[in-house]
């Protein structure tokens, strides 16, 4: 069973850096595509960034030009560089997966995309 694991997570003054991991481990089968979403208090869960195996990327508009979504296949393990962060980044970060090939990709992606989830990193922004 895919297990996917997140860390990286922290509290960080407005302007500042965070680089997100999400460990993939315990699946031999294909991975079409990985993502990250957020999801803040009473807010639904949106998409941030994907990157799927036909090693194309996805980026929500609302973050373009401050994060970066890279794979290391080698290490099994997404990354998401946040850069300039803003206190309305503050959320749950959660990393997925799509083991079943979704037929739609969306910008950005949607959760219906993916069916394997992480515990999620926290991410707090302050002003």
């Known amino acids: 069973e895919l297990q996917l694991v997140e860390s990286g997570g922290g509290s960080v003054d407005a302007g500042g850096s965070l680089r997100l991991s999400c460990a993939a481990s315990?699946?031999?089968?294909?991975?079409?595509?990985m993502g990250w979403f957020r999801q803040a208090p009473g807010k639904e869960r949106q998409g941030v960034a994907a990157a799927d195996s036909d090693d194309s990327t996805r980026v929500a508009t609302s973050v373009r030009g401050r994060i970066t979504i890279s794979m290391d296949n080698a290490k099994n393990t997404l990354y998401l560089e946040m850069r300039n962060l803003k206190p309305e980044d503050t959320a749950m970060y959660y990393c997925?997966?799509?083991?079943?090939?979704?037929?739609?990709?969306?910008?950005?992606?949607?959760?219906?995309?993916?069916?394997?989830w992480g515990q999620g990193t926290q991410v707090t922004v302050s002003s």
């Open positions: 315990g699946y031999t089968g294909s991975i079409y595509s």
């Open positions: 997925a997966a799509d083991t079943r090939g979704a037929q739609r990709r969306r910008i950005p992606p949607h959760p219906s995309e993916y069916n394997a």
